[in-house]
């Protein structure tokens, strides 16, 4: 029996979870949701519905888990703990700070409602949190470090969108080499936000918009763009589609550590991913943590989880006595 996915919002993030159904022959898409008038959402997905956001309800018996596809400025916030009440969900909401605030209130939907929401799946939240957990647990005496890019991120991207005035935008995040570095030789520095990151932001306006007001929105939006060095570029639509049309990223999380009886020896732990395409990894992570929310809801488990709760086993497609001689 296949497991059966909606997915809420069809932008970049969206495409990519159909993209990886199609990869995954234990789940099939049923419908994608839009805000907009489903007669304008063009997709090449045969025999899937879209259908009106209004009209999600109607598909509380036909989908076993939804997948959240808006952006975590605005979007999965509200919709996400609105979805859980009716669905078991997966999102990807990725503003670090504010992931405790999120957790609970989806936990008080779902829980309430008998439903599994797994909140943060991708890879940043998602496997780099996984890898420095893991990293933590097994050196213990030592320091973790976080470096994002070069690449596309969605969510700042997404932010700067929202800014009045704003047509279209592009945000790079790029890791301070020095200070790559310096971890990599074991030398364990401490670093603040503004040592080992910038961000640079392209950004199409609307004709007579106050560009001094929109840079000055972004360069101070807390938690986005605040703690970092951020340059703004203001370019043409016509620059934006010719230059800025992919959306690659990665990065790496790392651990520096010593053990001994002295602490003599050092170590380093690192897990780097090159994204070609961001929307699509990320995509790929939803799918398969989609799977695991299916198997414990069926397992009759309920309200909202991280990656961290999940066995990884749970997200794979193979059963165990497989995944034990080939993968063990």
């Keep these: 029996m296949s497991i059966r996915i909606g997915i809420y919002g069809y932008g970049n993030l969206g495409r990519g979870v159909a993209c990886a159904i199609r990869q995954n022959p234990d789940t099939e898409l049923v419908a994608v949701f839009t805000r907009r008038d489903p007669s304008t959402v063009k997709t090449d997905l045969s025999g899937v519905h879209v259908v009106s956001a209004n009209d999600v309800a109607d598909y509380a018996d036909k989908i076993d888990v939804m997948i959240l596809c808006g952006g975590s400025a605005t979007d999965l916030p ?3 703990p609105l979805l859980a009440a009716q669905f078991n969900v997966v999102d ?5 700070a504010n992931i405790p605030e999120h957790f609970a209130k989806v ?19 998602g496997m780099f949190s996984l890898n420095r957990v893991y990293a933590q647990a097994i050196l213990p005496q030592g320091a973790d470090y976080t470096f994002w890019g070069y690449g596309v991120s969605q969510g700042h991207s997404d932010a700067v969108r929202r800014i009045d005035g704003v047509l279209d935008a592009r945000q790079y ?14 030398e364990q520095p401490t670093l603040t936000a503004r040592q080992k990151h910038t961000r640079e932001c392209y950004v199409v306006a609307a004709e007579g918009a106050d560009l001094a007001r929109i840079e000055r929105e972004i360069v101070t939006m807390p938690n986005y763009f605040e703690p970092y060095d951020t340059t703004v570029h203001f370019i ?32 380093v732990i690192e897990y780097k991913l090159t994204l070609d395409s961001n929307p699509e990894f990320t995509a790929s ?44």
Excluded at 237 to 266: F, K, N, Q, W, Y
Aim: include cysteine; charge should be negative.
């Design 78 to 80: 509200t919709q996400t």
């Design 92 to 96: 990807s909401f990725d503003n670090h």
């Design 107 to 125: 936990d008080a939907e779902a829980s309430t409602n008998g439903k599994v929401a797994l909140i943060s799946a991708g890879w940043d939240p």
């Design 173 to 186: 995040t790029r890791p301070v080499e020095d200070a790559v570095e310096a971890v990599r030789r074991g």
């Design 236 to 267: 043409t639509a016509e620059e934006m589609a010719r230059d800025h049309s992919g959306i690659p990223h990665g990065g790496c999380v790392l651990r520096s550590g010593r053990t001994g009886v002295d602490g003599e020896h050092s170590h």
């Design 285 to 328: 992570v939803l799918l398969a943590y989609a799977r695991a929310v299916y198997r414990m809801a069926r397992a009759g488990q309920s309200g909202c989880k991280t990656v961290l709760d999940v066995p990884p086993a749970m997200l794979s497609a193979l059963d165990g006595d497989t995944l034990r001689r080939q993968v063990l």
